[in-house]
């Protein structure tokens, strides 16, 4: 067992003592959108999206980080929420509750999906976990792709669209606000309402990884027989894991498609459940921090490379060679690679602590 330290230890050996870490770190997450919105507005848009993948991986992580059990087919849960929001919140089916009724439920069902997935994978871990879960996760995205006849319940490829914006005490966040002769974006609003969402999961998991359920988690994450042989109840913590993670990913799901006022089935595909897992790699399996500077690289690469990657290209070659998606994948399997050679357990490597801080200095 290790424990955390009074400093935090970055990847380049600079230690930032931890009463400066949080302020900090408040500070930079309440600015951010601001610095952004200088650039342009389409970064704030990248911020608000960096921050539905941290929530995305938050929940991963509960499943693959602290658990151990290899989930590829995660982005599913994210489309049980999107699309429950967009059957209860949109034209399609007529019907437009209010998002405290909805995003409850789309958890609700996700966390169901989760435990659906849960129950006949118990006994898997490793790869045939893996492939068991791939296979629900395209499922679920194919089911969503066809389920538009006999009845017409998804819209099928062309997805449901006109779907309800996120309305807090009569706000609508799709609309800017006028405070006082001061016109706040719509981008922002919704950034400060995901950060807070983000925050509370952040919340949540901390106190899940000292408690009892953390502990339980980790044992069987380093070995299931010896889990089972101390009395853990690993049938239940591993349907816990899974029910928890999903319920991250249908929460998530549901902001997103208020925010998108859109969705289809291409918004998940394999390749973002993919995604989702790579930023955990990349971050720091395990780590909370880790995984959340993992999601927010990952999310920026894309917009970082189509502002610049195409310029310096046409400057260079006269010609675009790559194109920026092409680009992405290529630098996420380099990163990967060098990661996976240079610094195995990610940029934040785990030093999870299973005790209470009162307890540990005792």
Known sequence: MTTTSSTLTLPAGFALDRRVQRPL???????APLIALAMGKSWVRVLDFALLYVLLAIGLNLVVGFAGLLDLGYIAFYA??????????SPHFGIHLPFWIVLPLGAAFAALAGIALGFPTLRLRGDYLAI???GFGEIIRIFMNNLNQPINITNGPQGIDSIDPLTIAGLDLSRDLDLFGFQISSLLLYYYAFLACVVFAIILVRRLQISRIGRAWAAIRDDELAAK????????MKLLAFALGATFGG?????????QGFVSPES???MESIVVLTMIVLGGMGNLAGVIVGAILLTALPEVLRHFAV???????GKTLLDPEVLRMLL???????????????LLPARTRYAHRDRRNA
């Open 311 to 317: 310029p310096m290209q046409m400057a260079l070659f």
């Open 80 to 89: 049980v929420g999107a699309y429950t929001w967009a059957f209860l919140a």
């Open 229 to 236: 042989a101390i009395g853990i109840d690993t049938r239940m």
């Open 268 to 270: 998940f595909s394999l």
């Open 332 to 346: 996420l399997s380099l990163a990967m690679i060098v990661m996976m050679l240079v610094r195995p357990a990610g």
């Open 251 to 259: 929460v998530s799901g549901g902001l997103f498609a208020a925010f």
């Open 25 to 31: 770190v408040i500070l930079l997450a309440l600015a």
């Open 132 to 134: 068991v879960t791939l």
